[in-house]
């Protein structure tokens, strides 16, 4: 069955504000933190049966930032008070000796990062799964295509089954 979408950018009807991220020591440059998303356009769309797909290119006051994709979203899943938010990426979720954690807390994910078993690029992955429970997301999930499809991947909730 064929899904209606639409592809936007943040800057698009002001989809999704940022500002210029602030590091003590570097210029970031045009790298942005977002700050508001504009749900109505979104409601609008996916009460017409449109699916947004949306690129993290964000509209500033003066300038557009680039936004960690994790992060806008994130912030959308956030600003549409959405049940699930799914992170689809190259690896099945959050692994522990080559096998996928198929559930995680808030409290678990401290002290993973903490002794290695988070790491690299999933550390700010799993930072806006986490974020995005403190939102309001139910419930956020970091898998692959093979587990977007069988259902498999890391459960981030508050509380788990």
Same mark, same amino acid.
Do not use: R
């Given at each position: 069955m064929p899904i209606?979408?639409?592809?936007?950018? @943040? *800057?698009? @009807? %002001? +989809?999704?504000? =940022?500002?210029?991220m602030t590091h003590e020591s570097v210029d970031m440059g045009y790298t942005g933190e977002v700050t508001a998303v504009r749900v109505d +356009?979104?409601?609008?769309? +996916?009460?017409q049966g449109v699916t947004p797909v949306i690129a993290p $290119?964000? +509209?500033?006051?003066? #300038?557009? &930032?680039?936004?960690?994709?994790?992060?806008?979203? %994130?912030?959308?899943?956030? =600003?549409?008070?959405?049940?699930?938010?799914?992170f689809? #990426?190259? *690896?099945? @979720? *959050?692994?522990?000796?080559?096998?996928?954690?198929?559930?995680?807390?808030?409290?678990?994910?401290?002290?993973? $990062?903490?002794? @290695?078993?988070?790491?690299?690029?999933m550390i700010p992955k799993v930072k806006t799964a986490l974020e995005s429970l403190i939102e309001g997301v139910a419930q956020a999930v970091i898998t692959n295509l093979k587990g977007l499809s069988s259902g498999g991947g890391t459960v &981030?909730?508050?509380?788990?089954d």
């Open positions: 209606d979408a639409v592809g936007l950018s @943040g *800057v698009d @009807g %002001g +989809l999704v504000s =940022a500002d210029k +356009l979104l409601v609008d769309m +996916l009460d $290119i964000c +509209l500033g006051e003066d #300038s557009n &930032f680039n936004v960690n994709a994790d992060h806008v979203a %994130g912030a959308v899943a956030a =600003a549409l008070e959405a049940e699930k938010l799914v689809v #990426s190259n *690896v099945e @979720g *959050v692994l522990k000796d080559g096998a996928v954690i198929p559930q995680l807390t808030p409290n678990q994910v401290g002290e993973m $990062i903490a002794d @290695g078993t988070i790491f690299g690029g &981030f909730a508050e509380k788990l």
